[in-house]
């Protein structure tokens, strides 16, 4: 059968993924050509502040995109496709079906013979979710469908292993220095690079420091310690609506913890973990569940504090040193 001549895929393509490589596939397959229609910066910013750029979304197609594609961009929801003579097809998703039915019905108003409709299944992720960009700025999967943490994962224990100490001294993030004795210096510091995300607290001092500013953490972890030592004047926790509890030894990664983590991301109140053990590790366990966008942020001893923003780059870091844990049968 002859490939149509030139066919129409629109979307918003942030994060670009797996479903969106099954999707231009499929036009490349029916068509010589293929027109991208990216959702400009003013449409997206109405879905999500977390959004990426219109420049980014298309640089992402072009890096994969052969010469037959090319990429434009959408000011509207119909784009060009009720007016353009020159097109004969269109790609959509189950999703987006009524839309193209919709706009075929404006061409033959306007005197154009309707565009075939080519609609391509969703692509799976291994949960048997849709690989969604939704799915992936929320964090639960990455571009290819796989899961941060997948169900067994979250069931098991995972010691820390000594080879790993000297790597996870280090800053996981941006260091805002500051005097020990007054982190509100530090904190001041990193609370002015925040992103528009949600905001995690982990350990006493951070905490803490951050309810003296007037600042109560969307969620927050405290253990009652700092430097190993236990705190005389512990965290006053009655700014939080939502106080869980969670066993977690030190050196270790629970189910008891992870399932608390997890517990408070789904909430909608200002949520405080009581770590029975310690919760020096928690940071690998909220990266890897987090949403893209949340500021995750600690002390780090006699230098100041640590701010990293859940992207990637913090899940996959996540995902490769838990890897390095011994797993507890």
């Known amino acids: 059968m002859a490939k149509l001549e030139r066919c129409l895929v629109g979307g918003t393509f942030d994060r670009f993924h797996a479903g969106h490589i099954a999707l231009l596939t499929t036009a490349l397959e029916v068509a010589e050509l293929v027109e991208v229609w990216i959702t400009n910066d003013a449409m997206s910013e109405g879905k999500s502040p977390f959004i990426q750029s219109f420049e980014n979304r298309r640089e992402a197609i072009l890096v994969w995109a052969d010469e037959r594609i090319t990429t434009h961009e959408l000011q509207d929801a119909d784009g060009p496709a009720p007016f353009r003579k020159d097109c004969d097809s269109i790609v959509c998703t189950p999703e987006t079906l009524g839309n193209c039915q919709s706009i075929n019905e404006k061409r033959l108003v306007n005197g154009l013979l309707p565009l075939e409709i080519i609609e391509t299944p969703y692509s799976m992720d291994e949960s048997g979710g849709i690989i969604s960009s939704t799915r992936i700025r ?44 007054i982190p509100e210096v530090a904190m001041s510091a990193a609370m002015e690079n925040i992103a528009p995300g949600s905001l995690i607290a982990v350990g006493d001092v951070s905490v803490a420091t951050l309810l003296d500013m007037g600042v109560v953490p969307d969620i927050a972890l405290v253990d009652g310690m700092t430097k190993r030592t236990e705190l005389t004047d512990k965290v006053d926790l009655s700014p939080f609506n939502l106080l869980l509890s969670a ?22 109140q200002t949520t405080c973990i009581e770590v029975d053990g310690e919760e020096d590790l928690a940071p690998i366990i909220i990266h890897l569940l987090a949403p893209l966008g949340t500021n995750v942020i600690y002390g780090q001893p006699g230098k100041g504090v640590v701010l990293r923003i859940t992207e990637f780059d913090a899940k996959e870091h996540c995902r490769r040193i838990l890897a390095r844990f011994e797993v507890i049968i």
């Open 247 to 268: 066993i977690n030894p030190a050196g270790q990664i629970t189910p008891s913890l992870i399932d608390s983590i997890d517990t408070a991301l789904h909430s909608d």
């Open 138 to 181: 929320a964090g639960l999967i990455n571009r290819e469908g796989k899961l941060w943490l997948n169900d067994d994962e979250r069931t098991q224990t995972y010691q820390f292993q000594p080879q790993l100490d000297s790597e996870l001294k280090e800053p996981s993030g941006e260091l805002f220095l500051g005097p020990e004795d």
